[in-house]
């Protein structure tokens, strides 16, 4: 190949460098085309490239051609994901769900209906319950309890009989076992104000009323 030949060759491939560069600091697959085009258009008849390093530019071409299709999949897969976030969040609202907590907001004229996570078999279970200011208002009494899931009831009274306000409440549940007395994590129930979706594909978040948000993964029940 002529030295003229070579600086032709340069020139082609360092103007297309140039106009690349200018559009874009990546290299798509149409620009990997015209780059592999231009080499082929302007190489030496009398010493052509070499089969394999022809591949290997293909090779690369192919590479960079699914990484797109990829990038494009992944978005569509994105979307629908999103889209099926925002249908899921639109039948929670309004909604009753089970989350571990220690508050809830209490209608206090009907039955509050809760649990407690028991790890061990227990012959004294117990549930504190506290007003929004931190004063003991009653104990619900559980008595002997097997390992598991152990459901209480609250009927909105205090210990002296009297009904207590609607509002926010504590619930202390604790157990006797293994010669000590130990808290035990407590399930109690929320209603769904609103929902969030998770920002890039993030986890959706669940609204409590006078609770705040938790994530839909530690949801356990979800309720009318």
Not at 99 to 117: L, Q, R
Not at 195 to 217: D, F, I, K, R
């Amino acid at each position: 190949m002529s030295v003229s030949n070579v600086a032709d060759t340069q020139s082609v491939l360092d103007q297309f460098a140039l106009k690349t560069e200018t559009k874009s600091k990546d290299l798509g697959k149409n620009e990997f085309l015209e780059l592999l085009v231009a080499q082929l258009n302007n190489q030496d008849p009398l010493a052509p490239q070499e089969n394999g390093e022809f591949i290997a530019q293909l090779a690369q071409f192919s590479q960079v051609e699914g990484i797109e299709k990829l990038n494009s999949s992944m978005g569509s897969l994105l979307s629908g994901y999103q889209s099926s976030q925002a249908l899921q969040a639109s039948s929670l609202v309004g909604r009753k769900v089970i989350v571990p907590s220690e508050k809830a907001v209490v209608d206090t004229a009907e039955t509050f209906k809760a649990s407690a996570v028991l790890p061990v078999s227990s012959s004294n279970v117990w549930v504190n319950v506290y007003d929004s200011a931190g004063a003991l208002v009653n104990r619900v009494s559980l008595g002997q309890q097997s390992a598991g899931n152990v459901s209480f009831m609250w009927d909105g009274k205090d210990s002296s009989g009297k009904v207590m306000p609607p509002g926010t409440y504590k619930f202390e549940a604790q157990a006797q076992y293994e010669g000590e007395t130990k808290s035990l994590y407590t399930m109690l129930p929320a209603n769904v104000d609103s929902v969030t979706l998770g920002q890039n594909g993030g986890e959706l978040m669940l609204n409590l009323a006078g609770l705040g948000s938790v994530p839909l993964s530690q949801v356990q029940v979800i309720g009318q």
